[in-house]
């Protein structure tokens, strides 16, 4: 059984920083393509940012165009773990974020954690 399982969420002051974690089991983290999205209330689940695996030719993260310069993907294989450090923090940022994972040839993602709160309020 896949388990995506988010922390590092929490309340923090604009300008401030999280680093969201997910700790991943029951796959092959190495080789999936790893996401992290969030939704805020009233609002779609948006994509934040993902991170292709380590060997992929084409190896690359994407930011979606809100995050870019303030938030960081980053992956560990040997603990199996993603990574998401958020700078900057602004109110609009306030979500759940979700940690989610799929396989090359998957054309959605399949496996999704359960979230973690964040809230940037001051």
């Known amino acids: 059984e896949v388990q995506l399982v988010e922390s590092g969420g929490g309340l923090v002051h604009p300008g401030g920083s999280l680093r969201l974690s997910c700790a991943a089991s029951?796959?092959?983290?190495?080789?999936?393509?790893m996401g992290w999205f969030r939704q805020a209330p009233g609002k779609e689940r948006e994509l934040v940012a993902h991170?292709?695996?380590?060997?992929?030719?084409?190896?690359?993260?994407y930011y979606g165009d809100s995050v870019k310069g303030r938030f960081t993907i980053s992956r560990d294989n040997a603990k199996n773990t993603l990574y998401l450090q958020m700078n900057n923090l602004k109110p609009e940022d306030t979500a759940v974020y979700y940690c989610?994972?799929?396989?090359?040839?998957?054309?959605?993602?399949?496996?999704w954690g359960q979230g973690a709160q964040v809230t940037v309020s001051s």
């Open positions: 029951g796959l092959t983290f190495s080789s999936a393509f």
């Open positions: 989610a994972a799929r396989y090359y040839g998957d054309t959605t993602y399949k496996y």
């Open positions: 991170i292709t695996y380590t060997g992929y030719p084409s190896f690359n993260t």
